[in-house]
């Protein structure tokens, strides 16, 4: 059986997820929009993904699963993440049509193996996907698992009706599940203007919408740094 180590950040106590190479389950997808960032020096405009998955055989001491989540830039090209990380999970190559239109929300309820490290400040982060044979049905397409977390899809074009004065079911919906985002994910995708916290502009995505519903500019923050994230991801 596998340690579940722990992390202490203040006064907050964290299950931290093993190294290793752990079974896991997708079960939340998240658009987080476009936002200025930068790395090296170098400022450019990223449109970040997240993945998050659920990990069956490592339980929590309340009995949950563990579960752990990966930022991936939202790009196709041969050298990103993304692309690397899809085509060891699909453990085949993209079609034609798949590279016109992919769709990150296929891999919701899909099962595979997660690489798991750990970064110098003690978080687990996910190093690599990796082909899960027993994810495959008989016909060697990934199957739909089921999952003790609710999956769900974040679609920020449906979050954005919000903000263009558009709202309906599908936008509420999106309002739920952005609820139970991480807060740095939440501050990417809507910005930060709290008392006493540093000031974080909404992604592109969502200032586009505030201007199409006729809000004034100043109620976008003015843009400054993005927080740091929680792991050492590298923005690419």
Not at 34 to 52: D, P, R, V
Not at 66 to 77: G, P, V
């Amino acid at each position: 059986m596998a340690m579940n180590l722990k992390f202490d950040q203040g006064d907050t106590e964290y299950e931290v997820v093993p190294k290793g190479e752990h079974k896991a389950i997708c079960y939340r997808v998240v658009d987080a929009g476009t936002a200025e960032e930068e790395y090296q020096g170098e400022k450019s405009n990223k449109h970040k993904i997240f993945l998050f998955w659920e990990l069956p055989e490592l339980k929590m001491q309340d009995g949950r699963p563990m579960s752990i989540f990966a930022q991936y830039t939202a790009s196709l090209n041969e050298k990103s993440n993304l692309y690397k990380a899809s085509m060891a999970w699909m453990n085949r190559g993209f079609t034609a049509e798949e590279k016109q239109g992919f769709d990150p929300s296929m891999f919701l309820g899909k099962g595979c193996k997660l690489a798991v490290d750990h970064t110098v400040n003690g978080r687990a982060k996910v190093t690599a996907v990796l082909t899960a044979p027993s994810a495959f049905d008989e016909n060697e397409q990934l199957k739909n698992l089921p999952t003790t977390n609710e999956q769900a899809v974040f679609d920020l074009e449906e979050y954005c009706k919000e903000f263009s004065g558009q709202p309906d079911e599908s936008s509420k919906r999106a309002c739920d599940i952005f609820d139970e985002l991480p807060r740095f994910i939440q501050y990417r995708i809507a910005g930060c203007d709290e008392v006493g916290k540093e000031i974080v502009p909404p992604c592109f995505e969502i200032q586009a919408a505030l201007k199409r519903g006729g809000a004034d500019e100043a109620k976008a923050p003015p843009a400054k740094d993005i927080p740091e994230m929680p792991d050492d991801d590298i923005p690419f």
